[in-house]
């Protein structure tokens, strides 16, 4: 059975920095990308970005640039999205999402169950 | 970035009805290499992640039930449900994959009449 299972909530300040982990299992790790993608309260779908799980190439959304980091660990089939400098417009439900095999077209045949991160003071 | 609309944003469908969403995007997402148009609609439940229906627009993912059909080319697609079921409510997205970033549309919240 193929899965993807994503850390728990967290609650942040302002300013600080979240890491979100996606648990990939039951497929060949390395042959499907993973993009990050959020859905903040009453917003829609918004892609952050991407990592190639076999060499580590990222492609991040210019609206994130300079302050999502996405990476992966081909060990433990993980991967890694951090967001720093957290303001309270990031409170989101973070999800990641697999790429479907043809690795040019990115459109995303599973999901994780998201990851919900609230920044307050 | 290429914006994706759809409309309505709600729509509330008899059981046993047709339902239709409709998407249209800034640009066209139609590639004239390989006359593909590069768009997905995914089906959100309450608590759940988007699970993927259709891609190239009108092609079904496996497993998804055939009243789910997508049709359209270059700006305009529509989703269309054949018969509504219980289990279709949900919001529907649709997205582009014509250039990166892929963009999502707004949704459209779909209920029972």
């Known amino acids: 059975q193929v899965h993807l299972v994503q850390s728990g909530a967290e609650v942040k300040k302002p300013g600080a920095s979240v890491k979100v982990s996606c648990k990939t299992s039951?497929?060949?790790?390395?042959?499907?990308?993973i993009h990050w993608v959020r859905q903040a309260p009453g917003h829609r779908l918004e892609w952050m970005g991407t990592?190639?799980?076999?060499?580590?190439?990222?492609r991040y959304s210019r609206k994130f640039q300079g302050r999502v980091t996405i990476t992966r660990d081909t060990s433990a089939t993980t991967a890694y999205m951090e967001l720093s400098t957290l303001r309270s417009e990031d409170t989101a439900v973070y999800y990641c999402?697999?790429?479907?095999?043809?690795?040019?077209?990115?459109?995303?045949?599973?999901w994780g169950r998201g990851s919900l991160v609230t920044v307050s003071s | 970035d290429i914006v994706m609309t759809q409309s309505p944003d709600s729509l509330a469908v008899s059981l046993g009805e047709r339902a239709t969403i409709n998407c249209k995007s800034s640009?066209?997402?139609?590639?004239?290499?390989?006359?593909?148009?590069?768009l997905a609609w995914y089906q959100q439940k309450p608590g759940q992640p988007p699970k993927l229906l259709i891609y190239?627009?009108?092609t079904r993912e496996s497993g998804v039930p055939d009243r789910f059909s997508g049709s359209g080319s270059g700006t305009d697609f529509t989703l269309t449900i054949s018969s509504l079921q219980a289990e279709d409510v949900a919001v529907y997205y649709c997205?582009?994959?014509?250039?990166?970033?892929?963009?999502f549309g707004q949704g459209t919240n779909l209920d029972i009449k």
């Open positions: 997205q582009q994959y014509y250039i990166t970033p892929p963009t």
């Open positions: 999402a697999r790429n479907v095999l043809t690795t040019i077209f990115w459109f995303f045949d599973l």
């Open positions: 039951g497929y060949n790790f390395t042959t499907y990308a």
């Open positions: 190239w627009a009108s």
């Open positions: 990592i190639n799980t076999d060499n580590g190439n990222t």
């Open positions: 640009q066209s997402i139609l590639y004239s290499s390989n006359n593909k148009n590069y």
